[in-house]
């Protein structure tokens, strides 16, 4: 299965053979944990990869429920959807993104930035459904207080915990993807921070078992990233598209707004009138005055952060706006007069008459503008 096309061979091991051929060794590594599901020696291990671990059975009033917790064993399911996102990607990449760029003719910067944009668009598109079926399935969404009352949340449905899985195996997996993209080395440090801020709050939130309030802070910020990576993409097929960023700008401030707020009222005043308080490692609960003080300086700073940025980044976008339309103004000021116009025997509309019986024209004096 080959994912790129191979217009030149390297060396066995080389740098330039492991980046061109790094999504058919991964693939290769899938299907050999995949063998191991059909034999009885290796089934037990390679169910480690594949399935969710930790799981405990519950009687209820109408079935049996099977909940989740973590352990150290979900770093091996990590790891198998980490090599899954890894291809992907590269399906993605190679029959999608690279036959649009073939097309649009963009520069090496921009086509770097579609790239991005492309492969961010489509994750948040997946994830931002996915979260909003866990919201709806669960109840978070008709019942707020849901979202703190009974902490700790150690027992997860599968679909939550699989969720928290594969979005830590996503992020995890772009980190290898700068080295395999080639991306540059400008924009190296831009996207590391926003990759380490997911991987932070995603991490913070399943471990802290704060996973209710993470799908939904997770809902807001996939959405709100969404418009602003399509509003990109329709930038760069045509420059005149740029009223998505308008909208995209009021929705990454609502965001951050609700953030803060839904983070005051779950873990500032929530799970401060909760019964469970103090911190237990062996129960799983965090609800201590100095973790919650914690969280909500660190969720503060952050947000804060992120405004500091987007709203230098507005008035960084509108003082250059100023500028060209002044520079236009004293272009247009400057304009020679434009030329004569011709009628359809070729004499001027202004400044000649035109000849009677075979006369010759006489011309007028051109009055200045």
Not at 64 to 85: P, Q, R
Not at 260 to 289: C, K
Not at 329 to 353: F, I, M, Y
Request: charged residues 20%; aromatic residues 16%.
């Amino acid at each position: 299965m080959a994912f790129r096309r191979r217009n030149k061979s390297y060396p066995f091991f080389s740098q330039e053979f492991l980046i061109q051929n790094h999504a058919d060794i991964v693939f290769s590594l899938v299907i050999f944990i995949l063998i191991g599901l059909m034999f009885e020696a290796t089934a037990k291990t390679a169910i480690l990869f594949i399935q969710p671990q930790y799981n405990v059975t519950t009687l209820s009033p109408e079935s049996e429920v099977t909940l989740y917790h973590y352990g150290w064993k979900d770093s091996a399911t990590i790891l198998f959807y980490f090599f899954i996102a890894i291809i992907l990607h590269a399906v993605v990449q190679e029959y999608l993104l690279d036959k649009v760029n073939r097309r649009l003719h963009l520069s090496k910067s921009k086509n770097t930035k579609f790239n991005e944009s492309g492969q961010l668009g489509v994750f948040h598109l997946v994830s931002s459904v996915w979260s909003f079926y866990v919201l709806i399935t669960e109840g978070y969404l008709l019942h707020p207080s849901s979202l703190w009352e009974n902490y700790p949340h150690v027992n997860l449905r599968f679909q939550v915990k699989f969720f928290y899985l594969t979005q830590l195996a996503y992020w995890l997996h772009a980190l290898p993807e700068l080295y395999f993209q080639k991306v540059r080395k400008e924009e190296i440090p831009r996207q590391l921070k926003y990759i380490c801020l997911y991987l932070l709050h995603i991490a913070a939130a399943y471990l802290l078992n704060l996973t209710r309030v993470g799908v939904v802070l997770l809902f807001l910020q996939y959405v709100s990233e969404l418009g602003f990576h399509i509003a990109r993409l329709f930038y760069f097929t045509d420059e005149n598209h740029q009223k998505a960023f308008n909208m995209w700008a009021v929705s990454f401030v609502f965001t951050r707004m609700v953030t803060l707020t839904l983070m005051f009222l779950a873990v500032g005043f929530g799970l401060a009138r909760v019964e469970n308080q103090g911190l237990d490692l062996e129960m799983g609960n965090f609800n201590s005055v100095l973790i919650r003080m914690t969280v909500l300086l660190l969720v503060c700073l952050i947000q804060s952060w992120l405004l500091w940025k987007f709203i230098r980044f507005q008035l960084k976008r509108w003082r250059e706006f100023r500028h060209e339309q002044a520079i236009r103004k004293k272009t247009a000021a400057k304009q020679p007069l434009r030329p004569l116009k011709r009628d359809s025997l070729g004499n001027h509309e202004n400044g000649v008459l035109k000849a009677e019986n075979g006369a010759s024209p006489r011309i007028k004096k051109l009055k200045s503008p």
